[in-house]
C-alpha cells in the first residue's frame, strides 16, 4: 500500500516534526500529538533539534505538520519542508505556530500546503479528519483563540530529557523538564509574535494536566521545570496554586519562569512565596534602558520600572535574567554603552547571556511595528528571511550589532567564559561608538567563582 492510500488513523500516517524549542522538549510535539491521538490518529514524531530526518518517516507520512513557534523554529523548518517534499511529493505540509501565521502568504506560496495558528491542535485534529475522509480540505481558517480542552502532552517516545536543556546550579548539571501552564498572552507588546495572532487573548491549562505533566517529567528524571508561558503571571492566581502544590508534592524540585516587568512590580508581594516554593531564576524581556526605546514598542514598562524589579527579586532572593533587543531603530550609542555599564553597576554580567547583547529587532510581515513609528527605518520585504529588512539612522549601530554578534558566536563556539565575552564586547562597543576607551569599573572575574542557576540554551526568543 502507498502513503497516498494509506489511511491517515495508520501508524505514522500523520507526521509531527519540530525544529527548535528553546532547548527544551518540544510541546510542539507533545500536545499535537496527544490531540491526534484522542482523536484515533497515531502519529509518529521527529524532533530536528536532536534527531536526524528520518526518511522511513517521512516516506510513509500523508500529513506532516511542522511546528514553528519561533523565527529560528521557520528557517529550520522550510529546510526541512524541502527535504521532505524531494522525499514525499503526495504528503500534504502543514505548518503550525505563531511564525507560521505571521508568514503565511510566502508559507502557502512556496513550502506550505496549509497554516495554522493560534490554538491549532484541534484545527489539526479537523484537517487529518478531512484527509483521512478523502474529503477537500476546508479553507484554512483563521487563527483559532479559543480554549480547548487539554490533554495532557504524551511524552513517550519523545528523546529523553538528558538530550535537552539543563539547568547549572551549584556546582551540577541537573535535567529540566519544560511545560507550559498557559497559552496566549494578554499584553500587546507591539515587536512580540504573540499579540498580531491571540490578540491579548490567554488561555490557562487546567492545573491538574499541569501538575501531572510535571509528574512524569519528575518521573522521567527532571530535577527543575522551566514553566515556559509567554507571562507565568498573567495569571497569578494560577500560578501560585500550582507552585504551591509542586512544593507540596516535591519539596525540592526548583523551576524558572517568565513574566513582564509590570507584572514583576505589580505582584511584588508574591515574589517571596515563589522563592519559598523553589524559584530559582525568573526571566524578564528588559528589552532596553532607554525610555524612548520601550514606548516605541508598547512595553508597558519604563527604566525606573526595571530597577523597582530588579530591586523586587533581589529581597526575595531570586535572580533576573533579563532579555534584550538592544538593536532597534530609535536605540542609540549612547543608549548600548549605558545598558553595558548598568549590566556592570548591577552586578548581572554573569545573568546576561552574550547573545542578549548582540539581538536585533525583527519585523516579520504579520507584525505590529508595521502600524506604527517604524515606517521610516523599513526597507524591503526579504521573505525568504522571514523579516522586513530596516537600517539604522547611525550606521555605527549597524556595523556594531554585526560586529559584536560575530564575537558572541565565534566566543560561544570556543566555550568561552561569557563574563570574558562581555568584556570583549564592551571593549568593542567602546572603541566603535565610544568617545574614549571603556572606563573602569568592570574587572573579569576569576575562572572559578559561584555561577548563579542558568540553563545551558541561552537562547529566550
Same mark, same amino acid.
Given at each position: ?243 504551591? $502544590? ?86 542609540? $550609542? ?128
Amino acid at each position: 500500500m502507498t502513503s497516498l492510500h494509506r489511511s491517515l488513523r495508520d501508524h505514522g500516517a500523520v507526521l509531527l516534526v519540530s525544529c527548535y524549542e528553546l532547548g527544551h522538549q518540544p510541546l510542539g510535539l507533545a500536545w499535537p500529538r496527544a490531540f491526534l491521538e484522542r482523536a484515533g490518529f497515531a502519529p509518529d514524531t521527529i524532533d530536528l533539534a536532536v534527531e536526524p530526518l528520518d526518511e522511513a518517516k517521512v516516506r510513509r507520512a500523508r500529513l506532516v505538520a511542522i511546528a514553528v513557534p519561533m523565527h529560528t523554529a521557520l528557517r529550520l523548518g522550510v529546510r526541512a519542508a524541502k527535504r521532505i517534499r524531494r522525499s514525499n511529493p503526495d504528503c500534504r505540509i502543514v505548518f503550525h505556530g505563531l511564525y507560521a501565521t505571521l508568514n503565511a502568504e510566502h508559507l502557502l506560496r512556496r513550502h506550505a500546503d496549509h497554516i495554522l495558528g493560534g490554538e491549532a491542535e484541534e484545527t489539526l485534529v479537523t484537517l487529518a479528519r478531512q484527509i483521512d475522509a478523502g474529503e477537500a480540505p476546508e479553507p484554512d481558517p483563521a487563527p483559532c483563540v479559543e480554549r480547548l480542552a487539554f490533554p495532557l502532552p504524551r511524552r513517550d517516545g519523545l528523546p529523553a530529557l538528558t538530550r535537552y536543556a539543563h539547568l547549572l546550579h551549584a556546582g551540577r548539571r541537573l535535567p529540566a523538564g519544560y511545560v507550559e501552564a498557559s497559552r496566549g498572552c494578554l499584553h500587546t507588546c507591539l515587536h512580540c509574535p504573540i499579540p498580531p495572532v491571540y490578540g491579548g487573548r490567554f488561555f490557562a491549562v487546567p492545573r491538574e494536566v499541569v501538575l501531572e505533566d510535571v509528574r512524569r517529567l519528575v518521573a522521567a528524571g527532571a530535577e527543575h521545570i522551566t514553566f515556559g508561558d509567554p507571562d507565568f503571571l498573567n495569571g497569578p492566581g494560577h500560578a501560585l496554586k500550582l507552585v504551591r $502544590s509542586l512544593h507540596g508534592e516535591y519539596p525540592v524540585l526548583t523551576y524558572d519562569f517568565t513574566a513582564k516587568i509590570e507584572h514583576i512590580v505589580r505582584h511584588r508581594g508574591v515574589f517571596p512565596e515563589f522563592a519559598a516554593t523553589g524559584c530559582l531564576f525568573v526571566v524578564s524581556a528588559v528589552e532596553s534602558l532607554s525610555d524612548v526605546v520601550l514606548a516605541n514598542l508598547e512595553k508597558g514598562h519604563t527604566r525606573a520600572d526595571v530597577q523597582v524589579a530588579l530591586d523586587v527579586l533581589r529581597r526575595a532572593g531570586i535572580a533576573l535574567r533579563p532579555s534584550f533587543v538592544p538593536f532597534t531603530p530609535w536605540a542609540t $550609542s549612547e543608549d548600548y554603552l549605558a545598558l553595558l555599564e548598568w549590566i556592570v553597576r548591577e552586578d548581572l554580567v554573569d545573568l546576561v547571556d552574550p547573545i542578549q547583547l548582540t539581538i536585533r529587532l525583527l519585523v516579520p510581515p504579520g507584525s505590529l511595528l508595521l502600524s506604527r513609528g517604524i515606517r521610516p527605518y523599513l526597507g524591503r520585504l526579504d521573505p525568504a528571511a522571514f523579516t522586513y529588512r530596516w537600517t539604522h539612522p547611525d550606521p555605527r549601530m549597524d556595523a556594531l550589532q554585526r560586529e559584536v554578534t560575530a564575537l558572541a558566536e565565534a566566543a560561544a563556539r570556543a566555550a568561552e567564559d561569557p563574563a570574558v565575552t562581555f568584556g570583549r564586547i564592551r571593549a568593542l562597543a567602546y572603541a566603535r561608538v565610544g568617545t574614549a576607551a571603556a572606563p573602569g569599573g568592570f574587572r573579569e572575574p576569576p575562572p572559578e567563582r559561584p555561577i548563579p542557576a542558568r540553563l545551558t540554551e541561552p537562547w529566550f526568543c
